[in-house]
């Protein structure tokens, strides 16, 4: 069964950097999509960006300037490059296969002076 573990979390400033890593287990993140979420608090789930073999990692029109996703096959790994953060990207993130009903547990962002 596949599974995703999220890590890379945690505090940092205003205008501040952070790189995610989703550690899948259970399937090959180079022959699927994978996606990454994020959720603030009282708000819906919503869509980050998605990486699929073959093709240019896609990022949420809002984000684009300031995410990137990557992906390391030999460590079955995908990453979120987040640049030049705000508070409003304090959120819990989270990364799944597309199509998938299997989520992590996602990694705290918490983005304040």
């Known amino acids: 069964q596949e599974q995703f573990v999220e890590s890379g979390g945690g505090w940092v400033q205003p205008g501040g950097s952070l790189r995610l890593s989703c550690v899948a287990s259970?399937?090959?993140?180079?022959?699927?999509?994978m996606q990454w979420y994020r959720q603030s608090p009282g708000k819906q789930r919503e869509f980050v960006g998605s990486?699929?073999?073959?093709?240019?990692?896609r990022i949420t029109d809002s984000l684009r300037d300031r995410f990137t996703i990557s992906r390391d096959t030999a460590k079955n790994t995908i990453y979120l490059q987040m640049n030049n953060l705000g508070p409003e990207d304090t959120a819990v993130y989270y990364c799944?296969?597309?199509?998938?009903?299997?989520w992590g547990q996602g990694t705290q962002v918490t983005v304040s002076p």
């Open positions: 990486i699929t073999a073959g093709r240019d990692p």
């Open positions: 799944r296969r597309l199509g998938g009903a299997v």
């Open positions: 259970g399937i090959a993140v180079n022959f699927v999509t």
